[in-house]
């Protein structure tokens, strides 16, 4: 029963809210119990993750009570579990700040960025997704990610991985983290990010160039005068100068508004002591 509801569920949107609307989650839910065998774990999280997979998404009050149960999964040894449970976890944290409160508080997020390092990238890809959406939050919720560590997770994703949506995926999620306070750059740049941040603006294939260049351009609009010298510092200048010749105008935009914001910056500091590398 548990399959089969799984497999309506995930043939559409529409027949996903069709079992929804007839009361299918407590039941499922109930089934997801410490005592269960773990082939009913492992049928009934991917029954669950289907219920709340696709768009438009399922009303989120069907799915919230999801949530508890969802944060016990992620602690499970078992990889097919692990990795049903954390999809779940990215689709219900991809929406609205109150989404992603909800998810934050079944405390799950110190969990969320340990699996960041785990070995297998079928674990690693939806956890990365799922910080990566809560990051998209406020301030608060974005500050709580990193207290658990994630900008260390995050430059080793960017130097010891050479899967390309891994590398794509972490610095979307930095670009999520450059755009909050100066004080979130700041442990952006004090974790060791932005040099190889910047190597992969310089180097890498367009699809991770664009989201770098998210991130570093993001950086310079809400940096500190110091903030913006040091991304100058790291020669993030010519990566983004070679952006403008590229066949996307969104990026083209994001390049010049990086550039112009480091341009202002070195402007005034002509004004205050004469010339310098980047005026």
């Not at 260390?152 to 999520?176: D, F, V």
């Amino acid at each position: 029963a548990v399959w089969a509801l799984g497999n309506i569920a995930g043939d559409s949107p529409k027949c996903r809210d069709l079992v929804l609307n007839q009361g299918a989650m407590q039941p499922l839910l109930a089934q997801l119990n410490p005592s269960a065998k773990v082939t009913m774990l492992r049928n009934a999280t991917w029954t669950l993750s289907n219920y709340c997979r696709g768009k438009p998404q399922p009303a989120f009050e069907q799915v919230k009570p999801a949530l508890p149960v969802l944060a016990q999964l992620v602690t499970s040894s078992d990889e097919d579990v692990l990795t049903d449970a954390l999809w779940a976890l990215s689709y219900l944290s991809d929406g609205t700040n109150d989404r992603i409160q909800a998810v934050i508080e079944v405390q799950v997020c110190k969990r969320l960025v340990e699996l960041l390092v785990h070995p297998t990238a079928a674990v690693l890809i939806p956890a990365l997704r799922t910080v990566g959406n809560i990051v998209t939050g406020n301030d608060v919720q974005t500050q709580i990610i990193i207290n658990c560590g994630a900008l260390g997770c995050l430059l080793q994703l960017l130097t010891n991985y050479n899967k390309k949506s891994i590398k794509k995926e972490s610095c979307w999620t930095i670009s999520n983290i450059t755009a909050g306070n100066k004080e979130q750059i700041q442990a952006v740049i004090e974790s060791g990010i932005i040099p190889p941040l910047v190597g992969l603006l310089s180097t890498a294939e367009f699809d991770i160039k664009k989201e770098a260049a998210w991130a570093i351009s993001n950086a310079t609009s809400g940096g500190t005068s110091q903030q913006i010298r040091f991304l100058a510092s790291c020669n993030c200048i010519k990566p983004l100068c070679d952006l403008l010749t590229c066949s996307d105008p969104r990026i083209v935009s994001v390049a010049m508004e990086g550039l112009e914001n480091i341009l202002k910056v070195g402007e005034a500091d002509k004004q205050l002591q004469g010339p310098n590398a980047f005026n």
